[in-house]
Antibody, heavy 119, light 110 residues
């Protein structure tokens, strides 16, 4: 059974960098595509970016200039960095696995972690 | 960029009734790569339907996905108390690559 767990600071100051890590168990991050998705409190879901371990990262155009994804296969983890955060980046952040012929759907999700941007 | 619109925004029904949720895309969805997710308060979304009409593992046959092109629907028959939640549709586009979600439909107990 694949499990994902997000971790990282719950509070980030405006203009600083948000950093989160997703630890995967029950499967290797060198297979499949993996995504970050966020959900502002009381609002809908927004896809942030996905990556394939031996390929490139693809980001939501609205966030592309601020997003970096990195991965550590030895720890079976991948990470999100979002720079220059504002209050609008306050959200629950999820990591998820993509499955399907074109990796077009999210079949496993982490429980999510709330990140608040505030001074 | 493909925009997904879901209707209605909120649907109030009683257990035992049938719910029909709509998801409309601003352009044809590539290969009918349209998925539906259920989200309950405080929980991560759960994949229900993929490829417009295929049920994910462990999903009861009360959940049926249909549609193609730009118009899709999720039908939930014989509503159970645990079905009352928010439902999102999601599409995948390969060029430029992007994943987008609809705004969601809240299914409330009447």
């Amino acid at each position: 059974q694949v499990q994902l767990q997000e971790s990282g600071p719950g509070l980030v100051k405006p203009s600083e960098t948000l950093s989160l890590t997703c630890t995967v168990s029950g499967g290797s991050i060198t297979n499949y595509f993996w995504s970050w998705i966020r959900q502002p409190p009381g609002k809908g879901l927004e896809w942030i970016a996905y990556f394939y371990y031996s390929g490139s990262t693809t980001s939501n155009p609205s966030l592309e200039s601020r997003v970096t994804i990195s991965a550590d296969a030895s720890k079976n983890q991948f990470s999100l960095q979002l720079t220059s955060v504002t209050a609008a980046d306050t959200a629950v952040y999820y990591c998820a696995r993509q499955d399907g012929y074109d990796y077009e759907r999210f079949d496993y999700w982490g429980q999510g972690t709330l990140v608040t941007v505030s001074s | 960029e493909i925009v997904l619109t879901q209707s209605p925004g909120t649907l109030s029904l009683s257990p035992g009734e049938t719910a029909t949720l709509s998801c409309r895309a601003s352009q044809t969805v590539y290969s009918n790569y349209l998925a539906w997710y259920q989200q309950k308060p405080g929980q991560a979304p759960r994949l229900l339907i993929f490829g417009a009409s295929s049920r994910a593992a462990g999903i009861p046959d009360r959940f049926t996905g249909s549609g193609s092109g730009t118009d899709f629907a999720l039908t939930i028959s014989r509503l159970e108390p645990e079905d009352f939640a928010v439902y999102y549709c999601q599409q995948f586009a390969p060029s430029p690559p992007a994943m987008t979600f609809g705004p969601g439909t809240r299914l409330d107990i009447q």
